[in-house]
């Protein structure tokens, strides 16, 4: 597996994956929509399955000693990372935010425990419609592309109106900072949980859908 | 010893199937894959490496199921599809970093002694290469991790004259040399009459024949007519020429033909027998 993960790294790696968790800075701006920079992290995955076309990763990956299941692996591993790798990039500037600038975010849910919570959720669900459609047939990037876009903006969407249309979602969930901290610690706690149960039914489903597949 | 069997291989496509493939590769032997575009070359070639998944058949490499174990048969395969086209940007240094990773028994100083053969230069991306040196790479990746097998599909195709020629005695090389066994799938016959021990003839996803080249070629002769052609089933595929007819007719049949009689050689067996 560490061979395939290699492989993922110096060759199917692309740049814009790596440029995009620097948008983590984001958080800097005062107010924004801040789920867009997770929004981004997808973009980073699809231009990694559709680099991974363009240059015949898998046909590449195929001939060497590896099985189908390993080569879902080690993708999925690569987009793990990618992912917590956001979080973590994302976690110094929201502590940055916080103690430079102390308004509520205008634009959007504040940036506090729940917010990672529900961001964990969104690209929980887009690891499962994208992936689970992409391995159907990986020469295919831009459908499930665009699913996992739209799985991505409704939870976004749902996330947001929520604030309006439940009390409890703006008094202990949108609250700046830390206050009321454990219900924020549950969603952030559920939300990673749902991301890597979304992630790991999304492996399941690609493994199966990528054995049947012919290239 | 047979290192690859393919027993009674079926895959169904809309409007094209293979049926009931059958062949077997011996060690230390090259052996041809003819047939005219579309035949099922390539998807023969696909399904022994489960980059299609048969509908039936079995294929056995080194005496070995291939699905339960495949890692250990890929260790000893070499399959080159044509020249590399993956990763046409990443440098030669880069792509040979990864897959060595991969091969237990990689060999740093065999790569480093094919690469120079083959004068290439590890800075180049695959873009940066001809046809030819690109097959060549994909050929000292193969021959660095001491693949037994070699499998490649059109390897010549695209290539010039001199580079296919040179190609061709890198393989008989390889086979004189270093006991490596080699299929390659063509539509370039005289490539075969070159190097081929024993050829293998697929149309419309049947073979039609597999033995050796000596003796396939042996079974055939040309009928020449400056006239009309008569009626006789003994004749295949009839087609016109500059000067007349041709016909292809087993060498058994050749008695009391009223024909210029020639040789065959395996272009002219296989456009007669594709006009069946």
Known sequence: MKDLIYKELMLAMHPAAILFLCLSSMLMIPS????????????????????????????????????????????????????????????????????VYSGPNEAGMNVNAAFFGFAFLMLGLFNLVFFTKYYKNPNKVGVPFLLGCIAFSVCMLFVEASRFAVPFVEHYLNAPGAQNLPYQAAVLAIGAALWALLTAAAYRRSVKSFEAFDL | MTVLSVKNLCKKYEGFALKN???????????????????????????????????????????????????????????????????????????TDVTRRFYHEW??????????????????????????????YSLALALSHHAKLLLFDEPTSGLDPVSRDELLDIFMDLVQNEDITLLFSTHITTDLEKCADNIIYIKNGEILAEEGLDAFLAEYKVARFSGGVPHDPRLVGVKRE?????????????????????????EEIMVHMEKE
């Not at chain 1, 099985?67 to 690569?78: D, H, N, P, S």
């Not at chain 2, 041709?246 to 049949?253: E, F, G, H, M, S």
Request: aromatic share 12%; proline share 4%; charged share 25%.
């Open chain 2, 107 to 136: 060999d740093d100083a065999a790569y480093r002694r094919y690469m120079e053969l083959f004068g290439l230069d590890e800075r180049k991306t695959p873009k940066q290469l001809s046809e030819g040196m690109k097959v060549k």
């Open chain 1, 32 to 99: 924004y929509p801040y789920f867009i920079i997770f929004f981004y992290t997808c973009l980073g995955v699809f231009f990694i399955c559709m680099s991974g076309r363009e240059n015949k990763d898998i046909y590449y990956t195929m001939l060497l000693p590896a099985e189908k299941r390993g080569i879902v692996a080690a993708r999925f591993l690569l987009v793990v990372l990618i992912e917590l790798l956001q979080f973590a990039a994302a976690v110094p500037f929201a502590l940055l935010r916080s103690a």
């Open chain 2, 242 to 266: 500059r000067t007349g007819h041709t016909a292809l007719v087993r060498a058994d049949d050749i008695a009391a033909l009223d024909a210029e009689i020639t040789d065959a050689d395996l």
């Open chain 2, 21 to 95: 493939v059958s062949f077997d590769l011996r060690e230390g032997e090259i052996t041809g894959f003819i047939g005219r575009n579309g035949a099922g070359k390539t998807t023969t070639l696909k399904s022994l490496l489960n980059f299609v998944h048969p509908d039936g058949g079995e294929i056995r490499f080194f005496g070995r199921e291939f699905a339960p174990h495949e890692l250990e048969i890929k260790q000893k395969l070499g399959f080159v599809s044509g020249g590399i086209d993956y990763y046409p940007m990443k440098k030669l240094k880069t792509i």
